[in-house]
């Protein structure tokens, strides 16, 4: 069993920045692909990026790419997600999620989750 706690998250203005982390308990998240995904209101869950066990391998949204990047330490079982260049459409509640196989982007591919932290971008 795996337990994840994002934090981070925040009122921000647009063309901002904030760095969201995902500390895992349980297990050694070094075990573990590690997903981001996010929640905006009226929208289904969407995928934003995903981390290899080593950060070897790492997939983007094509929203997140250019801006977002994702990062893990397993030394201190955590990952990062680093939002830049932040807009209006990237507000939502966001989620890290562990996955035992492999890089996916879906998000039925996730053994666990957090609950999620919020994201807030103004215009």
């Known amino acids: 069993q795996v337990q994840l706690v994002e934090s981070g998250g925040g009122l921000v203005q647009a063309g901002g920045s904030l760095r969201l982390s995902c500390a895992a308990s349980?297990?050694?998240?070094?075990?573990?692909?590690m997903g981001w995904f996010r929640k905006s209101r009226g929208k289904e869950r969407e995928f934003v990026a995903v981390i290899g066990w080593s950060g070897g391998t790492i997939l983007s949204s094509a929203s997140a790419k250019g801006r977002f990047t994702v990062s893990r330490d397993n030394a201190k079982n955590t990952v990062f997600l680093h939002m830049n260049s932040l807009k209006p459409e990237d507000t939502g509640v966001y989620y890290c999620?562990?996955?035992?196989?492999?890089?996916?982007?879906?998000?039925?591919?996730?053994?666990?989750w957090g609950q999620g932290t919020q994201v807030t971008v103004s215009s």
């Open positions: 349980g297990h050694k998240v070094s075990k573990y692909v």
């Open positions: 999620a562990a996955d035992i196989t492999y890089p996916s982007q879906s998000a039925a591919s996730y053994d666990y």
